[in-house]
């Protein structure tokens, strides 16, 4: 059974770090992928990031870039998504999804196959 279960979560105050967990099991991993999604209530779903297959390729959001990294570890099944400097405007809940494509993309969602239940993040001022 495919499963993608996001972690890590939760409230810190502006300029506090979190990092998010991503982690897989049901699908060969190492072929996919991820991509980090989110959406703030009221809002559209936004990409944040994303990490290919192997983990040589990149992306992030502008409104992140800087701030956030994101990592994999094909050895354990996990991407990781390390956020420093949260701005309230980072409130949202968070989901990675996985996707067997070249590179990677946070452009287009509908390219992630498989998505995870979502992690909430909270960041008061």
């Known amino acids: 059974q495919l499963q993608l279960v996001e972690s890590g979560g939760g409230l810190v105050q502006f300029g506090g770090s979190l990092r998010l967990s991503c982690a897989a099991s049901g699908f060969t991993w190492d072929y996919y992928a991820i991509g980090w999604f989110r959406q703030a209530p009221g809002k559209e779903r936004e990409g944040v990031s994303c990490?290919?297959?192997?983990?040589?390729?990149?992306n992030y959001a502008k409104s992140v870039e800087g701030r956030f990294t994101i990592s994999r570890d094909n050895t354990r099944n996990t991407v990781y998504l390390q956020m420093n400097s949260l701005k309230p405007e980072d409130t949202a809940v968070y989901y990675c999804?996985?996707?067997?494509?070249?590179?990677?993309?946070?452009?287009?969602?509908?390219?992630?196959?498989?998505w995870g239940q979502g992690t909430q993040v909270t960041v008061s001022s």
């Open positions: 990490i290919s297959s192997g983990g040589g390729t990149t």
């Open positions: 999804a996985a996707g067997n494509l070249l590179g990677c993309q946070i452009t287009m969602a509908t390219v992630y196959g498989y």
